[in-house]
Nanobody, 125 residues
Framework: QVQLVESGGGLVQAGGSLRLSCAAS????????LGWFRQAPGKEREVVTS????????YYAASVQGRFTLSRDNAKNTVYLQMNNLKPEDTAVYYC??????????????????WGQGTQVTVSS
């Protein structure tokens, strides 16, 4: 069992940046792949990015490729999502998720076992 807590969301103008953090407790952090998902009003939850257990491999959705950077610090039990050049279409609640058994290439929300409470990101035009 692992508890995930996101932070760092907020309101920014288009072109701005935010850094989201996901702090984990209650489990062995390095045993989990981590993913970030987002859900906009009226839309399905979708994968944003994911990272392997060691941090050596990452996946990015095409919509964020080149703008977002995912990293993890296993010593601090924390994963970070640096979001640059934000666009209004990035507006959503962002969720941190973890899986003990899946590959980092898993993109389906149902694959992930544990979820944070979400943090709101709003990008104004």
């Amino acid at each position: 069992q692992v508890q995930l807590v996101e932070s760092g969301g907020g309101l920014v103008q288009a072109g701005g940046s935010l850094r989201l953090s996901c702090a984990a407790s209650g489990g062995t952090f390095a045993n989990y792949i981590l993913g970030w998902f987002r859900q906009a009003p009226g839309k399905e939850r979708e994968v944003v990015t994911s990272i392997s257990r060691s941090g050596g491999n990452t996946y990015y959705a095409a919509s964020v490729q080149g703008r977002f950077t995912l990293s993890r610090d296993n010593a601090k039990n924390t994963v970070y999502l640096q979001m640059n050049n934000l666009k209004p279409e990035d507006t959503a609640v962002y969720y941190c998720a973890a899986s003990r058994s899946a590959s980092y290439t898993a993109t389906r929300p149902s694959t992930y076992d544990y979820w944070g409470q979400g943090t709101q990101v709003t990008v104004s035009s």
